[in-house]
């Protein structure tokens, strides 16, 4: 069965610091693997990763994936209270449907 | 314009009782999505349409029932609520060949 695995499941820091959070995957026919960012409602697209763009970068947060060890980081340096949420790692896996597998997320708390 | 909305945000019911979530993108999609986030923050895909069609209909009780009159809207019937019902349920669209889904902001369902 289809799996997506998050790590840590939380992680609290104080601002400044860098976090980097885990994805670890499991599918048939993996096409593309998405971070997103829930705050109180609903998710918020950050990166879509593919074979052809492998690493991301928007302002303090980047993404990699490694398709070798069907895994992807997403960092984030200089943290600030903002970036409070749930992080949510999916992947795209069966290919004839546009179904996304979601991990159980990590809960980052960034305090003052 | 909110891009895709859901109706109602908040619903508290008894068990036993029949309700309904409605959804509606305004974004020009061919595909939508319901998807159940429990009390762990788990999301997990329920059903998806493409074009009014059903494409994915995972392991879901038949007491949930998908409607959709056209490609703009899906909605989702439940009927004999049951306790365990009681998440959060997010509406979601994406269009083929693009990064991701557009979420809507999600309606908490408390079955007591």
């Known amino acids: 069965e289809d799996k997506v695995v998050q790590s840590p499941l939380s992680l609290v820091v104080h601002e400044g610091d860098t976090v980097t959070l885990n994805c670890s995957y499991e599918?048939?026919?993996?096409?593309?693997l998405l971070w997103y960012k829930q705050e109180k409602k609903a998710p918020t697209f950050l990166f879509m990763l593919?074979?052809?763009?492998i690493e991301k970068k928007s302002g303090r947060l980047s993404s990699i994936l490694d398709k070798k060890e069907l895994s992807s980081i997403l960092n984030i340096t200089a943290t600030q209270t903002g970036d409070s949420a749930i992080y949510l790692c999916?992947?795209?896996?069966?290919?004839?449907?546009?179904?996304?597998?979601f991990g159980t997320g990590t809960r980052l708390q960034v305090f003052p | 314009d909110t891009a895709v909305s859901q109706t109602p945000k908040y619903l508290v019911t008894q068990m036993g009782n029949d309700k309904s979530i409605k959804c509606e993108q305004n974004l020009g999609h061919d595909t939508m999505y319901w998807y159940k986030q429990d009390s762990k923050k788990f999301l997990k895909i329920m059903f998806s349409y493409n074009n009014k069609e059903l494409i994915i209909n995972e392991t879901v009780p038949n007491r949930f029932s998908p409607k959709s009159p056209d490609k703009a809207h899906l909605n989702l019937h439940i009927n004999s609520l049951e306790l365990g019902d009681s998440a959060v349920y997010f509406c979601?669209?994406?269009?083929?060949?693009?990064?991701?889904?557009?979420f809507g902001s999600g309606t908490r369902l408390t079955v007591v």
């Open positions: 593919t074979s052809s763009g």
């Open positions: 999916a992947v795209y896996g069966v290919s004839n449907t546009d179904k996304l597998i």
């Open positions: 599918v048939t026919n993996f096409r593309s």
């Open positions: 979601a669209s994406s269009q083929a060949g693009t990064s991701g889904y557009t």
